[in-house]
């Protein structure tokens, strides 16, 4: 069975950083592209990036864009979002999420992403 188990997550200060992982077991990671959502308190679930399938084509929200930075090392089957400059905003739980992109996923956010892990929480807070 499909699995994505999100680690990483924490209570850091604001301007701090932290570094989501998320592995992926039951399939090669080669063919899924792999998208990271957030959903903070009383908030709609969000997206935050994506990546293609050889990490040649990443995604980003306007609102993270210059501060997250995603990633995959696909012989490890992990993808990562390294996450700067943290801002009380950014606190969420945080989801990563895997669809399968046998076309390489260039257009990793219009995909319906089909595999959730449990999420891993995020607090930015003095």
């Known amino acids: 069975q499909l699995q994505l188990v999100e680690s990483g997550g924490g209570l850091v200060q604001p301007g701090g950083s932290l570094r989501l992982s998320c592995e992926v077991s039951?399939?090669?990671?080669?063919?899924?592209?792999i998208g990271w959502f957030r959903q903070a308190p009383g908030k709609g679930r969000e997206g935050v990036s994506c990546?293609?399938?050889?990490?040649?084509?990443?995604i980003y929200a306007d609102s993270v864009k210059g501060r997250f930075t995603i990633s995959r090392d696909n012989t490890k089957n992990t993808a990562y979002l390294q996450m700067n400059s943290l801002k009380p905003e950014d606190t969420a739980v945080y989801y990563c999420?895997?669809?399968?992109?046998?076309?390489?996923?260039?257009?990793?956010?219009?995909?319906?992403?089909?595999?959730w892990g449990q999420g891993t929480q995020v607090t930015v807070s003095s």
């Open positions: 999420a895997a669809v399968l992109a046998y076309s390489g996923g260039s257009q990793c956010w219009l995909f319906e992403y089909d595999y």
């Open positions: 039951g399939f090669t990671l080669d063919y899924y592209a």
């Open positions: 990546i293609s399938t050889s990490g040649g084509s990443t």
